[in-house]
């Protein structure tokens, strides 16, 4: 019988453990593990993420503190707000919601982020770490991928891992984590050849393409265990539908489990991100990071 991740019940498990571990962070340093958050600009995509994470904030028991700035903001500006971020002592995770408005630089944001506040783990010193196998602040949607995995699949070893995509928001870093789990990795991408017969050779698909229904019950193995990273928003009878990358109900009889989109990879992102907070309070009060 195929299994459906549940994703939600996991992600309040773990914020519910982050929450136990933050009251007792707070009784040790009698602060609260900060989060600022930066939205620059009006895309109604990212205010929604702001604030899905400024509601898990709060039931994880950290400050979250937000910063709006209007969509015609200079790259100065950002970068001066997050160099006052980066002294702030009540600010320990800095995420600067993505994408930016055209003119503004992502490298130069995301390296202006202090690496023991960058909660998103995208700073060049972070995946210099990740792909080194050293302790660092890992990007939040592969590590909640990674979770799942583990939960489902104690011992990873040898498996062979299909990730699609290569983006350095989830394809790059999946690929990294799924390897330093001794899994055999292959990531495929827009200019792969025969996508579909190397994706059926996975025991673990991990789809991030953003293409929504692109991967459809031929190109999964038997019992494969299938992520969906993907979000996508589609029309269906006139009303927009949240879709993944994989064709669900088609691919669901076939495998041994899958997430579904939504209640799957989107609810362990956030998760993780309170996670990764509550690690960077730690680590700059003195914790080690492993
Ligand atoms: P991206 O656009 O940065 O990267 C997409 C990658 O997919 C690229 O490497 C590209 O080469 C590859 N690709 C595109 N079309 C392809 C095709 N037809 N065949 C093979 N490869 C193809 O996207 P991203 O930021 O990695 O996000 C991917 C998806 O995951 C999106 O739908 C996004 O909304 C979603 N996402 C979800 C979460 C979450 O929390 N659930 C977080 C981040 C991203």
């Not at 890992?138 to 995995?149: K, N």
Request: net charge neutral.
């Amino acid at each position: 019988m195929t299994i459906k991740i549940d994703g939600k019940a996991l992600a309040d498990e773990i914020v519910q453990r982050v929450a136990n571990d933050v009251s007792i962070f707070k009784q040790e340093h009698s602060i609260a593990p900060g989060l600022a958050v930066v939205l620059i600009g009006e895309d109604s995509a990212s205010a929604v993420y702001v604030r899905n994470k400024v509601r898990r904030a709060e039931q994880a028991g950290l400050r979250s503190i937000e910063h709006y700035l209007s969509a015609d903001a200079t790259q100065q500006e950002l970068e001066d707000l997050i160099d006052d971020l980066n002294k702030d002592h009540l600010v320990h995770g800095i995420l600067v919601q993505l994408p930016l408005p055209a003119h503004l630089s992502e490298n130069r944001v995301i390296e202006a982020i202090s690496p023991v506040k960058d909660v998103d783990g995208f700073h060049p010193e972070n995946v210099g770490r990740l792909v080194a196998g050293q302790a660092a602040l890992t990007p939040c949607t592969p590590l909640g991928c990674m979770i799942m995995l583990k939960r489902l699949l104690p011992d990873l070893s040898g498996k062979h891992a299909v990730v699609l995509g290569r983006s350095n928001i989830v394809g790059k870093p999946m690929a990294n984590l799924l390897l330093q789990a001794n899994c055999t990795v292959t990531v495929v991408h827009s200019r792969t050849q025969n996508i579909e017969s190397l994706c059926r050779t996975a025991d673990i698909l991990v789809a991030a393409v953003g293409q929504p229904l692109l991967v459809k019950e031929s190109w999964v193995k038997p019992q494969a265990v299938v992520i969906d990273v993907g979000i996508n928003s589609v029309l269906v009878e006139g009303k927009r539908k949240l879709v993944g990358d994989v064709d669900y109900n088609t691919v669901f009889s076939k495998v041994s489990a899958i997430t579904p989109v939504p209640g799957g990879v989107g609810p362990m992102t956030i998760a993780c991100l309170m996670q990764n907070t509550l690690k960077a309070a730690q680590f700059q009060l003195g914790m080690s990071l492993a």
